[in-house]
């Protein structure tokens, strides 16, 4: 099945989803005027040699191509202007005859670089396509752009193009209506790929049929109308068709009827299209969009029209949901529509003045009262967004609304002001929707906290967050803001700020219940998510405290509780939301309640454990439900393999199913109901893929890795380049995977070196399958049909910190699952939603990135987010899928007030997600593109000895079973025993020592020995004393012969004798944060990795890439006035500094500060070397600047004491 992506919706009307006019010339080559073999408007860049054109026998229609290119050629139309802060669609017929290689059809800039809208030709051979891509133009320095057909270098075999279009998509609305029909499985492109047939020669009416070497509908001459049934085989939900026509000088789709039946035989009209009232005047390219209303049926059929007097391509594509699909769908929707009216109400008593924003201004009519709006756009910019009080609010009449134009501009509507107390807890919450969503953050700013709301929908959604009023400034402005997403709008609507009061409802207050799995429900004015504590002792000890995530009440927990008196409470987990990371500073609680629990009879359903096999399998599998039963053992199980019952077993906690005869490759799925003794049931329904060959990659029931038959911890780095050094010194040191954003955009060549490089060292790859230039399902298998059998790829990586439907992705994997039987894998960053991305991937990924500032200490408090983000990501997951954690490891936040973690802490926070469950470990990152930690001499040592240590642990790891913890004092614990060997690890998250008691349960008394330490723990009746200096780890064992690791003390004295030594390489040059520089610029660039700190951090593979054209300027002032006598200014000069030129030449005057006056040292013109040194007679100065006129970024500007650079 192909899919894709948006939310549940109703759509009460057909829409044509208007095009502007064709922005190029000569779109079918046509056109050849001076007969040269080049159509006009179109010329050959590079290599002619391998270009030809021709016209096809039968039906005239010419096309251009590339064969066995040498060097790189390209077709192109120049000069083509375009907005970036508009929407196009670029469209190409293509076709490929043994291409082996890349070639493609795509938009580049003004530099000739990639600015969007890239059409891949598919490899292999393939048949006439249609391909798309829609798009926004990157910058471009005069605004022009141009159209490429390109085929890279020494690809091999023949890439045909017929057709090329460009046109602009006139509004978002018309993308928002695509894209909700869009919501929705692609059910059938009819007739598969189709074509229009003649009618017969004994007369009747044309029809569409099958045609598997086509990929489009090909309508031949004379042929003016047709009709298609097509019978789904079930009831359905649809939720729209997509036409998609290439339209010649007379030749148009004139008119479509849609009709329904549930039985084939009454049909009803359920949407109806006429275009014949709007003739086309130029060849252009449409989308008919016919959204339905949810229309139930079971056959469907279309009946077209048309006039034709040339070829036209055509793709007829339905979507729509089955019944089972859309039930869950309809729940939410009906969920969603409780919590707007709930949001309704909070606003009728909220402390903000008109919070749904019914009310006009007394002063200004046009504005509502209590709201100002505000918009900010960069000097120069002719546009500002646009700020409105419109109609179409949520449940009722009006909302505001934030337009921006460009990614300079930037709006927000500000609240009237309003008196908060100082440390009492208060919650914003509202309704919004976005026209885009994905586009990027929406801002919240309240009381000098700075909330991004990541997660986005084209529909109404309540969202709510919390925060603790600060001591200062007690009256506070609410301010809803949008910022740097050229073409988003955002609407709000039942804004509210109102204080946090959390009242526990039932269980009433020492009530006795006979429910096991009793319902807990509460009151709190927010939206958001809560925390339900559950604990036998008053006082919430840790080590016997249950907890429950729950985005709201009520809540029911899945498994019983034992008889007994219980304590509950309920907490708001208070975020500071940033864009890549979130951690709890503070908690607002209700007040503690009792119950006492007494069972009355077996009223407790079975608790379902694991389900297998869980992702994958060979064609004999055996299917199990491992299971709890507390009141009593099930006497009945009912399973169905792929909707039909099988015979099962149940014995030893298990319910198991063994197919009768081998299943077919490709995904099936299971249903199973367990009812025991006293009637209660527990249900569980998953799917899995079964292959013809057994899985080189197996997940495991447990969750841990098997390559190749084998106990596999994955243990490496995000890596982004081929480097057959690093490889072979991270295999070296126990590392054994890598991680590469891989296929978009990359050669097949490059793909190929990596992965080779990697497998000579014995590293594994999860390569990068995200989809940054818009590939249709085929161009996704293609793909990664290339490199599913390389040795080297261990999965593939799907998404990163996603932002996209996650119905998208979960038709993007069943895909890929379909091709090849790797494990997928992708990494979240935002707790809230990782319930909604789990059903996506076989590897949940998580990447809790903690903030070192500068001096030492992590930002806002320990590193206890990373448990915290374990826990939520497991209960996401519900034993499905393994949980890995990607610890950052590189300087966080960026710039000068951050820094990079020591190798104490990375080895804290490593641990910290290995006692909380991890399966692997991926550090972010060798060379993110704002640091590169190789340059940090002391931590890369100690990553060095990191993997050497964790590799000889990873048995420890893979071994199931253990126990988890938190003791009194806040320390992390896991126990395990392997082969009769006890196993202890225990870390402390805080920046300050903590002694405490540990209560362990595989062992009563021993002494234990520490790993990497001269320590010993002595166990005394289950009991032990502990005491760890701050951000430590200690592992204890009883074994004889236990794993030798590194000792700890010896590699902390090796890395600060390598970064001391590393200081005095760059301790003399007075232009560095390190020392106290600091950077004053004409502009900083769109993103903070690529600001003016980046050239002065000592590291050469980052750079300071201001926006907009030159000339610029960078001025470095010191911290004192140094006397100084060599300058050193770096270009950027990828991949690799020790190869020049330069990407750019550079062009500037070097300045230097001098009594108050800036006094000209040099003048370069267009160098191209990496590296230019001015050497000079020593001078004081204060400061140091550089006047650009060309080649503005700068990897690094050094500014080195007299007398001391010599040598540098």
Not at 852 to 874: N, R, T, V, Y
């Amino acid at each position: 099945m192909r899919s894709v992506i948006v939310n549940l919706v109703v759509i009460l009307a057909a829409v044509v989803c208007a095009h502007g006019g064709e922005l190029l010339r000569n779109t079918d080559f046509q056109q050849d005027a001076d007969n040269d073999g080049v159509p006009d408007h179109w010329a050959i860049i590079g290599e002619k040699q391998g270009f030809t054109a021709g016209a096809d026998a039968d039906t005239g229609t010419r096309w251009v191509a590339f064969a066995n290119a040498a060097g790189e050629a390209t077709l192109r139309q120049l000069r083509v202007k375009l907005d970036p802060a508009s929407t196009y669609l670029l469209r190409a017929a293509v076709k490929s005859d043994g291409l082996d290689g890349r070639a493609f059809v795509c938009v580049v800039n003004g530099d000739w670089t990639w600015s969007g809208g890239c059409v891949d030709i598919p490899a292999g051979n393939s048949a006439w396509t249609l391909k798309s891509a829609r798009f926004k133009p990157g910058p471009s320095p005069d605004g022009l752009y141009s159209v490429a057909f390109a085929m890279l270098p020494k690809a091999a075999g023949k890439a045909s193009v017929s057709f090329v279009s460009l046109v602009e998509l006139q509004t978002n609305e018309d993308i928002a209506r695509e894209t909700k029909v869009k919501e929705a499985p692609r059910l059938r492109t009819l007739a598969g790929a189709c074509r229009m047939q003649p009618p017969p020669a004994s007369g009747g009416a044309p029809a569409l049929v099958d045609d598997d070497a086509k990929s489009s509908a090909e309508w031949g001459q004379g042929i003016d109308s047709a009709q298609v049934s097509v019978d789904l085989g079930a009831e359905h939900v649809l939720t729209g068709l997509i036409l998609t026509e290439i339209v010649g000088d007379r030749a148009r789709l004139d008119a479509v009827k849609v009709e329904v039946s549930m039985d084939g035989n009454e049909f009803r009209t359920v949407s109806e299209f006429d275009n014949r009232a709007a003739p086309v005047a130029a060849p252009d390219a449409h989308s008919i969009v016919l959204p339905l209303r949810t229309e139930r049926a079971r056959v469907v059929r279309l009946g077209l029209r048309k006039t034709l007097e040339k070829m036209t391509l055509c793709e007829v594509n339905l979507y729509g949901f089955t019944t089972a699909e859309y039930a869950p769908r309809q729940a939410a929707a009906e969920k969603t529509e409780a919590a707007l009216r709930r949001q309704m109400q909070l606003a009728a008593g909220a402390m903000l003045k008109n919070p749904s924003f019914e009310l006009a201004s007394a002063d200004d009519p046009a504005k509502p009262l209590g709201w100002e709006p505000a918009t900010h756009a960069e000097a120069g910019q002719k546009s500002a967004p646009k700020m409105t009080w419109e109609g179409g609010g949520c449940l009722d009449s009006h909302c505001i609304a934030v337009e921006t134009v460009s990614k300079e501009d930037w709006g927000e509507w500000i609240s009237a002001p309003v008196e908060l107390q100082p440390d009492k807890f208060y919650c914003v919450s509202f309704v919004f929707k976005v026209r885009q969503p994905g586009l990027g953050p929406i801002e919240v700013l309240i009381d000098g906290n700075d909330f991004y709301i990541n997660e986005q929908s084209a529909e109404w959604t309540p969202f709510g967050l919390a925060f603790k009023k600060k001591p200062t400034d007690l009256r506070q402005r609410l301010a809803l803001v949008l910022y740097h997403r050229a073409g988003q709008k955002v609407w709000f609507d039942h804004v509210t700020l109102t204080e946090v009061h959390i009242g526990l409802q039932h269980p009433a207050d020492q009530a006795v219940i006979a429910d096991e799995t009793p319902q807990f429900a509460w009151t709190a004015p927010v939206v958001g998510e809560f925390t339900l504590e559950l604990c036998p002792a008053r006082s919430f000890p840790p080590d016997a405290l249950r907890t429950f995530q729950c985005l709201g009440s009520p809540y029911t927990p899945a498994a019983p509780l034992p008889d007994g008196t219980w304590f509950w409470r309920v907490k708001e987990a208070l975020y500071n939301r940033k864009s890549v990371w979130e951690k709890p500073f503070d908690e607002a609680l209700s007040e503690v309640r009792s119950f006492k629990l007494e069972r009355q009879g077996d009223n407790t359903p079975p608790v379902i454990l694991s389900c297998s096999p869980a992702r994958s399998a060979s064609l004999e599998p055996a299917i199990s439900i491992r299971f709890e039963e507390f009141g009593g053992r099930p006497i009945k199980a009912e399973l169905a393999l792929d909707g039909h019952a099988r015979k099962v077993s149940v014995e030893n906690g298990a319910v198991t199913a063994v197919p009768e005869t081998p299943l077919e490759p490709g995904e099936h799925s299971v249903s199973a109901t367990l009812t025991d003794e006293g009637g209660n049931q527990a249900e569980a329904s998953w799917r899995f893929y079964c292959y013809s060959e057994p899985p080189r990659v197996l997940i495991k029931d447990d969750l841990a890795l098997e390559v190749d038959g084998k106990p596999f911890f994955p243990l490496g780095f995000y890596s982004p380049v081929a480097d057959a050094a690093l490889f072979k010194e991270l295999g070296d040191n126990g590392y054994n995977a890598l991680q590469h954003y891989g296929l978009a955009g990359m050669d097949v060549k490059d793909a190929t070196r990596f992965l080779d490089e990697a497998a000579k060292a014995g590293l594994s790859v999860i390569l990068g399958t995200i989809d940054t230039q818009h590939w249709d399902d085929d161009t996704l298998v293609a793909k990664a049909s290339l490199f599913a059998k390389h040795p080297a790829v261990l999965g593939w990586y799907t998404a990163d910190e996603p932002s996209a439907d996650p119905a998208f992705m979960l038709a993007r994997a069943r895909t890929l699952k379909k091709c090849s039987p790797l494990p997928l894998a992708s990494v979240h960053c935002v707790p809230r939603s990782f319930s909604v991305y789990a059903p996506t991937t076989d590897i949940f990924m998580i990447d809790p990135y903690v903030l070192f500032k500068s001096g030492g200490g992590a930002f806002d408090g320990s590193l206890e987010m990373i448990p915290g983000w374990m826990q939520q990501a497991h209960a996401a997951v519900g034993g499905k899928s393994p949980v890995w954690v990607v610890p950052n490891a590189f300087r966080w936040p960026i710039g000068p007030e951050g820094r990079i973690p020591t190798y104490r802490e990375e080895r804290a926070m490593t641990y910290l997600g290995l006692c909380h469950g991890a399966k692997g470990v991926i550090y972010y990152a060798i060379k993110p593109s704002y640091d590169h930690i190789r340059e940090y001499p002391g931590f890369w040592l100690g990553m060095m000895a990191l993997g050497r240590e964790l590799a000889a642990l990873s048995p420890l790891f893979l071994a199931p079973g253990g126990r988890t913890w938190r003791t009194a004092q806040g320390l992390h614990c896991l126990e395990k025993q392997i082969d009769g060997d006890f196993y202890l690890i225990c870390v402390n998250p805080f920046e300050k020592p903590v002694s405490d008691q540990v209560r362990v349960t595989l062992v009563k008394s021993a002494t234990a020995a520490a790993l990497g330490e001269d320590r010993k723990l002595e166990i005394k009746d289950g009991l032990a004393d502990e005491e760890l200096d701050a951000a430590a780890v200690h592992i204890y064992t009883t074994a004889a012969a236990p794993p030798r690791i590194p000792v700890i003390a010896e590699i902390e004295q090796a890395a600060l004798a390598a970064d001391l030594a590393h200081h005095e390489t760059w301790k003399d040059n007075v232009a560095t944060f390190y020392n106290g520089a600091k950077t004053t610029v004409s502009a900083e660039a769109s993103y903070v990795g690529y600001n003016s700190p980046m050239a002065i951090d000592r590291i050469k593979l980052t750079h300071w890439a201001p926006q907009g054209a030159t000339p610029h300027w960078l001025e470095i002032a010191f911290a004192k006035n140094e006397k100084v006598d060599t300058v050193k200014v770096w270009a950027p000069c990828y991949p690799d500094f020790d190869r020049t030129p330069a990407i750019r030449p550079i062009s500037y005057r070097l300045l230097l500060k001098v009594a108050g006056e800036w006094k000209p040292i040099a003048s370069v013109e267009n160098n191209s070397e990496a590296c230019i040194v001015h050497k000079f007679e020593p001078i004081e100065a204060a400061a140091a600047r550089l006047e650009i006129k060309s080649g503005a970024s700068i990897a690094e500007f050094e500014v080195f004491r007299a007398a001391q650079a010599a040598g540098q």
